[in-house]
């Protein structure tokens, strides 16, 4: 997955690949990791939080 614009803390985003594929919600928090993969925890509106790879991740209406 390619991004077009930057996954950012607080951006509405939608996951688009991977276990988590078709939810969404707000970034709440990003890592990256000793390898480099960059891993954001994206919080849902009832509250549900879960954790997804950000190449696997597309900002809403972008």
Same mark, same amino acid.
């Given at each position: @997955?390619?991004? *077009?614009? +930057?996954? &950012?803390?607080?951006?509405?985003?939608?996951? /688009?690949? %991977?276990?988590?594929?078709?939810?969404?919600?707000?970034?709440?928090? @990003?890592?990256? *990791?000793? +390898?480099? &993969?960059?891993?954001?925890?994206?919080?849902? /509106?009832? %509250?549900?939080?879960?954790?997804?790879?950000?190449?696997?991740?597309?900002?809403?209406?972008?």
């Amino acid at each position: @997955m390619t991004e *077009s614009h +930057t996954v &950012a803390s607080g951006a509405r985003c939608e996951v /688009v690949a %991977g276990t988590h594929a078709g939810k969404s919600g707000t970034v709440a928090d @990003m890592k990256t *990791s000793k +390898t480099g &993969a960059v891993t954001i925890t994206v919080v849902q /509106v009832d %509250g549900e939080r879960f954790k997804s790879l950000a190449k696997n991740v597309r900002v809403a209406g972008a």
